[in-house]
């Protein structure tokens, strides 16, 4: 365990930092293919060395609930870090008799990180972990048909990109009546989400109005973005991916739990049911 002093809220090199203190555990040998013992090693990690940034038990629980009642096929996350959440949410998946886990992440070291120990944890056949931004990774498995649908999308990379990559799966079609989005660090008191959020709950003509605000570089009239994608592939689908507008049509149900954060301050995990599309 480290000093009593405050600890600084980002220590550069912590993610492979993980992976030494993992592997120089006394008890190692009874983490391979064993989830929940890896999970617990990284909490102690997260307590007792140095804070990472995932989800944590407190709201995993939640997140569980959901997969054992849902028992989706297939789920896939924006933002993997270190692998927590994948070892955790693959793991119910996996049990609930679901197919594929597959896990999004921008930054090629702490996707390194993850892939050691989702390994280690066992699960490399259920979980699939891509490195490249969670919109490009996304229509790669739209491209090479491994997705039609998500049952459940777990947003949890950076805020900003949870609205433009929502219009993004909308537009794909990828959703249907059953889907639930799961989106963590909303916090409408601290201004979190919020563009997010309003979407949400917004009405069709509200969303429709907010669209016109953007100025979007691509005429989405009527496109089937999915078959264009499949079509034509990545490179030469001649669209911004990045910036693609939403489908002001559907209709959802969000619920907000909130978690009482490190610093005090209130976080929350928006829990959304597709009602209509
Ligand atoms: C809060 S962490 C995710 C925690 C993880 N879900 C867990 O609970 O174990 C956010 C992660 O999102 C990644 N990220 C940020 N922007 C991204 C993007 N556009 N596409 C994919 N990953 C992204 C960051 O590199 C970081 O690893």
Redesign the pocket.
Known sequence: MGSTEPRPRVEAGREPDLLTYIWALPNFHELANNPSKVLDAIDKFNTEEKRL????PRKGVVIDKIIQERKPSIMV??????????IRFGDALRRAGGKKYYS????PI?ASVAKMLIELAGLQDIITVIV????E?LAQLVQDGSIEQIEIL?L???KD?YLY?LWFVERLGLLNEESVIVA??ISPEAGRGIAYVDWLKATKAEKEETLKAYEFSDDFEGLDLANLIKKKGIKDVGVDLANVEGVPSYVYETEIHPFQGHSGRTDGVAITKVLSI
């Open positions: 940034i995932n989800i944590g996350e924006m933002g993997g870090y270190v692998g927590y959440s994948a999004l992440e921008i930054n702490n490249a931004p969670s919109h990774a777990f949890d990379h950076w990109r990559d963590d660090n």
